[in-house]
């Protein structure tokens, strides 16, 4: 459904944006899994978020500039513990210098902008050719014993560039655990 009337009596209309699989870019989906273990998978594309910025997915103030989440868009629920962040370049990265992938508010205040993987991890070298992986290593990633999970909130996740970036795609998984939906 691309237009229609909302509570007020006024016309609503998307404009088929969500039927150009090019505005699915850099937004998070959900697959479904068998057990305890849950996974979101991420397919970026870094020239599509202006350096110093997020890939929020929102315009929660109709001002033309996203920045913020929406309750459609998949989350890491509330006290999630993330087991693993694996990225994938897809397409050789150029012209940036770094990304980060964290995790933000719905209203797109930062929780850990850092917290999956950071600048370090992210850095151009990393991502330079097709096929070479990054291993996020961010405070959210659990590494070692004792690691927090994402806090007391959903937990969006965004991706940050420093640099601007002329190429560079890939995909990033994210596995995790939902303590909360499998409890008895």
Avoid at 96 to 125: D, K, M, N
Wanted: charged fraction near 15%; include cysteine; aromatic fraction near 8%.
């Amino acid at each position: 459904m691309s237009q229609w009337q909302n509570a007020d009596g006024l016309t609503v209309k998307y404009a088929g944006y969500f039927r150009d699989p090019a505005n699915a870019t850099n937004k998070v989906h959900a697959v479904v899994v068998d057990g305890a273990i849950k996974q979101l998978e991420v397919d970026f594309d870094l020239t599509r978020i202006p350096t110093t910025t997020v890939s929020y997915t929102t315009d929660l103030n109709n001002d033309g500039t996203k920045d913020g989440f929406c309750l459609a868009d998949s989350y890491l629920p509330a006290n999630a513990s993330v087991l693993r962040v694996t990225l994938v370049a897809t397409t050789a990265a150029a012209g940036g210098t770094s990304f980060t992938v964290g995790t933000y508010g719905l209203t797109g205040t930062a929780i850990a902008a850092t917290g999956l993987v950071t600048a370090t991890e992210g850095v151009l070298a990393n991502i330079n050719t097709i096929g070479k992986r990054v291993y996020g290593a961010g405070s959210l990633v659990a590494t070692t014993a004792g690691t927090g999970g994402v806090g007391t909130a959903d937990a969006f996740i965004g991706i940050s560039t420093t640099g601007t970036f002329t190429e560079g795609k890939g995909r990033i998984i994210i596995e995790y655990i939902d303590p909360l939906a499998d409890a008895v």
